[in-house]
């Protein structure tokens, strides 16, 4: 289930299961057998170069919700990835947090387009709706660290399904910003958002 603007991704290694299926099969001939297993496919999604919108990185501001904007939307509409990816520098990388049920850290690092191809399919097909509830922006001449406070949803009017902080990392070039990375963690019961980060 997607909780998270950025949610945490299991990337699945299809070819290379593929491959060792095929090996072993060589192997031991054809009257081995293997139980089923299917692994999760991701489609690559094509994002195209294209060019920004000077309303999206003319400010912190324009930068911050154009980051929620281009991934929200309905079941059936496609996602706004050509815009998204204006907002990043090339090598920009995402950082998911989380915690499972044994209480492991656990942490994923993506590239725009690995998240792009993770993620595309479950928020077309279900939809998905994240919004800015809260913001903290610290500026030191062309740097900037925004703490920003999201609320998750499939739909708009749709139950609460997640919150948490999206930590990003942003600079100014003389001609406009750009978000150079992007963390984000879940609330959880033992990890409440504190109070200075909510409305």
């Not at 950082?95 to 942490?107: I, L, M, P, R, Y």
């Not at 903290?136 to 703490?147: K, L, S, Y």
């Not at 009017?157 to 150079?180: H, K, M, T, V, Y």
Request: charge should be positive.
């Amino acid at each position: 289930m997607l909780q998270s603007r950025r949610t945490f991704p299991a990337f699945a290694r299809a070819h290379t299961i593929k491959c060792l299926l095929a090996f072993f099969c060589a192997a031991v001939g054809p009257a081995a057998s293997l139980p089923a297993q299917k692994a999760k496919k991701e489609e690559h999604v094509a994002v195209h170069r294209s060019t920004p919108r000077a309303d999206d990185v003319g400010s912190i501001d324009g930068m911050v919700k154009a980051y929620y904007s281009v991934i929200t939307g309905p079941p059936g509409r496609a996602r706004e990835w050509d815009r998204d990816r204006t907002l990043y520098i090339p090598d920009l990388r995402f950082v998911a947090t989380e915690v499972d049920k044994a209480g492991k850290v656990k942490v994923r690092i993506m590239s725009h387009q690995q998240f792009v191809d993770a993620e595309n399919a479950q928020m077309v097909n279900e939809g998905f709706d994240e919004r800015e509830i809260h913001r903290v922006t610290q500026r030191f001449g062309n740097i900037a660290h925004v703490f920003s406070t999201y609320e998750t949803r499939k739909t708009p009017d749709g139950p609460l399904i997640g919150r948490g902080i999206n930590s990003i990392e942003l600079f100014w070039d003389g001609q406009r910003w750009w978000i150079a990375s992007a963390i984000w963690d879940e609330e959880r019961p033992d990890n409440p958002i504190p109070k200075e980060y909510l409305p």
